[in-house]
């Protein structure tokens, strides 16, 4: 089960932090993600990271202002966002695909968490 925390309402131009806590799940060599879904339009990915070598990407849109890490102690992901725009407005969900490879295919991961909204203004 995932299970993200940390939205909310924010200004442009601030700060938020999500987290994404596995339990139940242990994950190892597995990528974790961020997508985030606007009203009316499709799931994209935000940012993934590798867990087992910490490899991340993200997407072209928020790379300079987004910063995915990972508490493997805790089994967190988190996902750091930073001078937000208001079309950064979205439900966001953290999916975990296990068996290592990354994709930026939303189709791709297997697992989901129920999502955390955040709002721009």
């Known amino acids: 089960q995932l299970v993200e925390s940390g939205g909310g309402s924010e200004q442009a131009g601030g700060s938020l932090r999500l987290s994404c806590a596995a339990s139940?799940?242990?994950?190892?060599?597995?990528?974790l993600g961020w997508f985030r879904q606007a009203p009316g339009k499709g799931r994209e990915l935000a940012a993934q990271?590798?867990?087992?070598?910490?490899?991340?990407d993200a997407a072209d849109s928020v790379r300079d202002r987004f910063i995915i890490s990972q508490d493997n102690a805790k089994n967190t992901v988190y996902l750091q966002m930073n001078r937000l725009k208001p079309e950064g407005t979205a439900m966001y969900y953290c999916?975990?695909?296990?068996?290592?490879?990354?994709?930026?295919?939303?189709?791709?991961?297997?697992?989901w968490g129920q999502g955390t909204q955040v709002t721009v203004s």
């Open positions: 999916a975990l695909r296990r068996g290592g490879t990354c994709y930026r295919d939303a189709t791709k991961y297997d697992f």
């Open positions: 139940g799940y242990t994950y190892s060599s597995d990528c």
């Open positions: 990271i590798y867990s087992a070598g910490g490899r991340t």
